[in-house]
């Protein structure tokens, strides 16, 4: 049975930074497509970045250069590096895996950006 755990987030001031975890159990990150989704109230979910088989990544223009996404194959871990975080970046996060037609989800993590 494939499960995805998110964790790591929280309540941080503006500029401040977490690092989110997914560990995956079912199935191997490294051969997956990850990615980090996030969803804002009375939002859609949006992509945040992914990591491909082969370490390609992508970001969506608003976190660029702010958030890093990264894979430990020896963990079975993707995780999210966020830096310099602005209360637009509040959130549930959710990890996602793709492979073909298979795509899992986790069940999210909450990141709140506040003073």
């Known amino acids: 049975q494939v499960q995805l755990v998110e964790s790591g987030g929280g309540l941080v001031q503006p500029g401040g930074s977490l690092r989110l975890s997914c560990a995956a159990s079912?199935?191997?990150?490294?051969?997956?497509?990850m990615g980090w989704y996030r969803q804002a109230p009375g939002k859609q979910r949006e992509l945040v970045a992914t990591?491909?088989?082969?370490?390609?990544?992508n970001y969506t223009d608003s976190v660029r250069g702010r958030f890093t996404i990264s894979r430990d194959n020896a963990k079975n871990t993707v995780f999210l590096q966020m830096n310099s975080l602005k209360p637009e970046d509040t959130a549930v996060y959710y990890c996602?895996?793709?492979?073909?037609?298979?795509?899992?989800w986790g069940q999210g993590t909450q990141v709140t950006v506040s003073s």
């Open positions: 990591i491909s088989s082969l370490r390609f990544t």
């Open positions: 996602r895996a793709t492979l073909g037609r298979n795509t899992y």
């Open positions: 079912g199935l191997v990150v490294s051969v997956y497509a």
